[in-house]
Each structure stands twice: as C-alpha cells, then as structure tokens.
C-alpha cells in the first residue's frame, strides 16, 4: 500500500525529504519507491525509511504488510484454530475468551488453543490460587 508510508511519516510528524538528509538515500529514490508496493521497494529504501523513523527495519515492515491473521472458528465442529475441543461448555468458555482477547489485539495460534485446553481440563494450581486471592481481596465468591 503506497500511502501507508506517507501516513506513518505523517504521524511521526517527518517529511521524506527528512528521511532523505537521515539517511542519504536520495529523495526521488524514496518518493519513487514510496507510490510503489512495498513488495518492489529495496532492502536500501525500507531501511532509509526504518532510520528516519527511528524504527527497526522488521518494526516499519511489520506496519507496512497488510495482517493475513485469520481466525478461524467452527462451532458446528468444536474447532478453534483447528484444535478440536470436544467438551461443548469448555469450547464457548474458551471461545468466549478467545474472541473477547481477539478483540483486544491477541492473534492465538493452534498452540494457544491447545494450551487454553489443557488449562481448561487440567488448572495450573499456582494460577488458580492467583486467581482465587484476587476474587476474594473483591469478595467475590466461587464455587469452590
């Protein structure tokens, strides 16, 4: 995406010309490379880039690539990410927290899932009491 450059630059309140004088790359070299995708740009231009921001070269490339993360749930099947979770109230329990840490920016993997599972059959003790400690310094009664 082109203009993803520019509304970076815009943000760190730093013109191309800037990012040119950092990083002695030439403006028209930047300014070409920036109406181009980032696909063609070279490793010279994406650090140019990274330098004048003050970034690292994987931090600017890791804001210039579309996300390709999918979640993916099937509850027809008890699927999350491709872990299947046979027991149908640990699956909504787990897929509740899933969607709702998704929401806030959490991208878990299949290994996330599996462990969330495996919390879910088998608590780690240490956690339970964490969790227990903080419900009660609140009052809040569980079932245990």
């Given at each position: 995406?082109?203009?993803?450059?520019?509304?970076?630059?815009?943000?760190?309140?730093?013109?191309?010309k800037?990012?040119?004088?950092?990083?002695?790359?030439?403006?028209?070299t930047?300014n070409?490379?920036?109406?181009?995708p980032?696909?063609?740009?070279?490793?010279?231009?994406l650090?140019a880039?990274?330098?004048g921001?003050k970034?690292?070269?994987?931090?600017?490339?890791?804001?210039?690539?579309?996300?390709?993360?999918?979640?993916?749930?099937?509850?027809?099947n008890?699927i999350?990410?491709?872990?299947?979770?046979?027991?149908?109230?640990?699956y909504?329990?787990?897929?509740?927290?899933?969607?709702?840490?998704?929401l806030e920016?959490?991208?878990?993997?299949?290994t996330?899932?599996r462990?969330?599972?495996?919390?879910a059959?088998?608590?780690?003790?240490?956690?339970?009491?964490?969790?227990?400690?903080v419900l009660?310094e609140y009052?809040?009664?569980?079932?245990?």
């Amino acid at each position: 995406m082109p203009t993803v450059i520019l509304g970076i630059l815009n943000n760190a309140n730093m013109s191309m010309k800037e990012v040119s004088n950092i990083s002695n790359v030439p403006f028209s070299t930047l300014n070409n490379a920036s109406k181009k995708p980032i696909e063609t740009w070279s490793i010279r231009v994406l650090n140019a880039f990274a330098e004048g921001l003050k970034m690292k070269p994987s931090e600017l490339l890791e804001k210039l690539q579309p996300s390709t993360y999918k979640l993916e749930i099937d509850d027809k099947n008890q699927i999350i990410q491709g872990v299947y979770i046979p027991d149908i109230e640990n699956y909504y329990a787990i897929r509740t927290v899933v969607e709702i840490e998704h929401l806030e920016g959490w991208n878990p993997t299949n290994t996330d899932i599996r462990y969330l599972h495996k919390q879910a059959l088998d608590p780690d003790p240490s956690l339970v009491k964490e969790v227990d400690d903080v419900l009660k310094e609140y009052h809040v009664k569980t079932r245990r």
